[in-house]
Every structure is written in C-alpha cells, then in structure tokens.
Nanobody, 124 residues
Framework: QVQLVESGGGLVQAGGSLRLSCAASGRTFSSYAMAWFRQAPGTEREFVANVAWSGSPYYADSVKGRFTISRDNSKNTVYLQMNSLKPEDTAVYYC??????????????????WGQGTQVTVSS
C-alpha cells in the first residue's frame, strides 16, 4: 500500500522560505512522478509542481522562479523548496503520486495517492 507523509509546513512571514518534504513508502519510488498540489479554503485543489521519474520538473506559472521541486530516490522523498513566499501561497499543501509508471500528469484527478496535507500560512 502506497503511503505519503508530508512535513515541513508552518507559519512564515511574506518573503520567507519553507521546505516541504514528502516521504513515500509501499512501492518502487523512482519509477513514478511525484507532485505537489495546494488547496486554499473555498477553492479547488491546484497544481503547484511535479517531478517526473526522470527528474524533470514542471511548475505552475504562479510559483515559477520561487519554488523548486526535487526528489531523492535513495530516500524515497520529494521536496518542495518555497522561497519568496506570498500571502496568496497560504494553503494546505498535498503530496501526490500516480498509479502509472513513467508518466507525468498535471491535474489532481490523475493522481491516485495522496498525503494528509500540511498547512502553509504566509502572513503579510
């Protein structure tokens, strides 16, 4: 059974940084894309970034240049380094992964496994 456990959220002032981690277990980590989504109250879950099995990263326009996604296959962990945080980045951040090897997706419904979420709050 695939399990994803996020950590690293918290409260930070605008302009600050946070690093989220997501530890995966239950299957071969390196063959699958990993992604981060976020959801603010009253909004739909939105794509933030993903990293393909090959290591290629993709970003939403809203975070490009500020966030960096990376993966460490030796630790079965994906990271999201968030810099220059803005109040509009406030949300619950979720880690997700797919059922299909060697494919990369950008919408929430294509991801089968999800973590419990970690709250990120950016104060102005």
């Amino acid at each position: 059974q695939v399990q994803l456990v996020e950590s690293g959220g918290g409260l930070v002032q605008a302009g600050g940084s946070l690093r989220l981690s997501c530890a995966a277990s239950g299957r071969t980590f390196s063959s699958y894309a990993m992604a981060w989504f976020r959801q603010a109250p009253g909004t739909e879950r939105e794509f933030v970034a993903n990293v393909a099995w090959s290591g290629s990263p993709y970003y939403a326009d809203s975070v490009k240049g500020r966030f960096t996604i990376s993966r460490d296959n030796s630790k079965n962990t994906v990271y999201l380094q968030m810099n220059s945080l803005k109040p509009e980045d406030t949300a619950v951040y979720y880690c997700a992964t797919t059922k299909v090897r060697y494919e990369t997706y950008f919408t929430a419904h294509e991801y089968a496994y999800w973590g419990q979420g970690t709250q990120v709050t950016v104060s102005s």
